[in-house]
């Protein structure tokens, strides 16, 4: 063969490593109520999860994602807690408006960020991966209404990876990586 043919086989080859990555990602569910600015809320509180896998650390990467992005100011963790702890409300059980409007109230917050995660550790051939789905939500303290909700799920292999030889992503950048595009969709859906 000749190098031109060469050249353009490997050419060929290169710019179609893009779709084999992204193909087998699925896009991003997002929902924003109607004549909403979500960004308007200035301080919310981040619940506790529910799901499997490590909630607590998730749920604390997300509170770092929403100060860092600058999002929105976030009551401490701490301050959340002792309230749950006070009230017995379990974390990740279903609120009624009631706990809602107290959780506004006792935090001085308008809203609240609850989530669902769910964590599994698979395995093609020799390569084992994470694979993280996830839902946020915002939901008024007043009116228990949802304003904002996303729902994702990202995985850590790559047939790109694969083919060059390199190691799938790891939880926490898989994990990163789906956070940061639920919360893209806060902004994206709002302007």
Do not use: H
Request: glycine fraction near 8%; aromatic fraction near 6%; proline fraction near 3%.
């Amino acid at each position: 063969m000749s190098k031109k043919v060469v050249l353009i086989i490997l050419s060929g080859l290169l710019l179609s490593l893009p779709g084999c990555y992204s193909a087998g990602t699925p896009p991003i569910e997002s929902f924003v109520r109607e004549n909403t600015n979500v960004l308007l809320i200035r301080s919310i509180a981040v619940l506790p999860f529910e799901g499997s896998g490590r909630k607590a650390r998730i749920r604390e990467l997300t509170i770092t994602q929403l100060l860092a992005n600058n999002v929105f100011d976030v009551v401490d963790k701490g301050l959340v807690d002792k309230f749950m702890q006070q009230e017995a409300i379990q974390g990740g059980a279903p609120l009624d408006i009631f706990t809602l409007r107290r959780i506004g109230e006792s935090l001085d917050v308008k809203a609240v960020m609850l989530g669902s995660v769910e964590e599994v550790t698979n395995s093609r051939g020799s390569a084992v991966y994470e694979e993280i789905t996830m839902t946020l939500r915002i939901v008024e303290c007043e009116t228990g209404q949802v304003l904002w909700q996303a729902s994702g799920m990202r995985s850590g292999y790559s047939t790109a990876d694969r083919l060059f030889g390199m190691a799938p992503k790891d939880r926490f950048q898989v994990t990163l990586g789906l956070l940061y595009d639920l919360m893209d969709t806060i902004s994206a859906e709002t302007e």
